[in-house]
């Protein structure tokens, strides 16, 4: 599927009309979720560190440090992908389903349109502004951390700031963007196989959405773990 997406290239003005249009339905749509989860996730991992720190010799700028590292290692990149795959795998699947089932992709190709061109890559390349996104997610969900934790009168601004800026690693920035560009495309292109390939009819469109969810998960987690095994071992 992926040599046929870079085959006969649609026209230039065409491409990019679509791209734009991927963006909002891929990138802007999901802001809101993103966001939303962000947030309180970052604010459940400060809460549940500083409840754990049972230890008055363990200092409470370590609710900080626990914070940034799992919100920027783990949970943007992978988690909120996975939360991806549901959501805008789903819509990938069920959009190009939709379109095998009433036909309109062959009718793409009898009037000479490289169809997979004209579907899939400008869902790939709307998704490579995914990292802006999971940037994002890494803001708010350590915003998310920093309320809770000190409004919630677990420790005092200066001490989670302390934590936060303690023994950072500016690699561990990019070995998360360098996944989450894996990702991007993972999410851009196994949804659109389950879509593009599915045979049947309405039903069918469900079941290839739910399998797509399905793949695009365990896919990304596996790349999750071999990357990790080869970047921070």
Known sequence: MIKGVFGRMTKQSVLRGLILKEIDDLIMSSLGIVTFISFFIGAVVSIQTALNLNNPLIPKELIGFAARQSIILEFAP???SVIMAGKVGSYITSSIGTMRVTE???????MGINSLNYLVLPKIVAMMIYPFLIGIAMFIGILGAYMAGVYGG???SSEFLSGLQDDFISFHLVYAFLKTFL??????????Y???????????????????FVWTSVVIIITNYV??????S
């Open 154 to 156: 677990f420790l005092g």
């Open 194 to 212: 389950h879509g593009y390939y599915m045979k049947g009819g309405a039903l069918e469109v469900g079941q290839a959405s739910t399998q797509s």
């Open 78 to 80: 992978t988690f909120i």
């Open 227 to 232: 990357l990790t095994q080869v970047l921070l």
């Open 104 to 110: 309109q992709i062959d009718a793409l190709e009898v």
């Open 183 to 192: 990702f991007a495309f993972i999410l851009a292109t196994v949804p659109a």
